[in-house]
């Protein structure tokens, strides 16, 4: 059902240092930050050859990711995102075999303008994982 890594999603204090740290040290492509105010995020893409990071920083009151920095205060690995065809197909069998979709269980268009979901860490070796549908 899943297809390609579509991203890794790493939580960051600093999205300014963290921005030059791949565009200096590392050498990347890195993309001008977005602000996502329906996930709470404001977000930089890096394109690498064969997939994305995507650096997340908090937006807002009540964003999803301040708790995980207060957790994990220097950040870190925050969720991996698959792509998927059809993500209402894909939900309605993740569904059927147990797992828990976050939020309402419908798809929320993503930083890529395309419909995402997240399933429930607990039921995925406590992965937070993505989907989006390519
Ligand atoms: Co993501």
Redesign the pocket.
Known sequence: MIGRL??V?IAVPDLEAAAAQYRGALGANVGAPQDEPDHGVT?IFIELPNTKI?L?YPLGENSPIQGFLDKNPSGGI??I?YEVDDIAAARDTLIEGGARILGTGEPKI??HGKP?LFLHPKDFNGCLI?L?EV
């Open positions: 579509n991203h999603a977000v995507e997340l925050h969720h995102c993503g930083a995402v993505e989006e």
